[in-house]
């Protein structure tokens, strides 16, 4: 198997690509400028973000590192949202999430010498109603801070949520099956090598 390089510091991002069997990996976090061209949809602005972050990764990593990296953004309608910038934005933005449909998007590039490869992946989470007393008792709870979207699908965010429609991986950060299939083509085999005689 390469070495493995996940070019991220989400621990989410590292916690799933634990659970699929990739336990031997190093964490870079390269810095990579996140802007993009007007006019970008959602999902070619989370390609365009991720690609720009395997760039930046390549002065971190050597030639043969096998090198994930990700991007991963919320959308409501046009609007793009970012991580909150204190409680108060996170308030907001869950507002405007309570009661609607919004879309997760994900970048994710494999990258392996001059060979890259880039998919992405969305799903839509439809919140329940929030009322003002679960917004600030959420919040409060800090895990909104570090969050696209200020909410965690894994965590104490999973009771905003009343349905997804999609990878549940995704809205997590890591859409994990288009990553198994495109590291078998990288020549990780995650499930087969794991057949002894």
Do not use: W
């Not at 799903?123 to 696209?148: C, N």
């Amino acid at each position: 198997m390469p070495h493995i390089v996940l070019a991220s510091g989400s621990p989410r991002r590292q916690e799933l690509l634990r659970r699929i069997g990739v336990t031997e990996f190093d964490i870079v976090v390269p810095e990579a400028d996140e802007s993009c061209p007007a006019g970008l949809g959602a999902r070619e602005t989370v390609a365009h973000i991720a690609r720009a972050k395997a760039e930046a990764a390549r002065a971190l990593t050597a030639a043969d590192d096998l090198v994930i990296t990700a991007d991963t953004m919320v959308f409501r309608g046009d609007e793009r949202l970012g991580k909150p910038r204190d409680g108060d934005d996170a308030a907001r933005m869950l507002r405007e999430l309570s009661g609607g449909r919004h879309t997760v998007c994900t970048g994710v590039t494999v990258r392996q010498g001059d060979r890259l490869e880039c998919f992405t992946v969305s799903t839509d989470v439809y919140f329940r109603a929030l009322s003002d007393a679960e917004l600030r008792g959420y919040v409060a709870s800090g895990e909104p801070m570090d969050k696209a979207g200020a909410y965690g699908i894994q965590g104490l965010g999973s009771l905003l949520v009343e349905r997804i429609d999609g990878d549940f991986f995704n809205v997590m950060g890591l859409p994990l099956l288009p990553l198994y299939e495109a590291l078998r083509r990288f020549g990780v085999e995650l499930l087969t090598d794991r057949i002894t005689g």
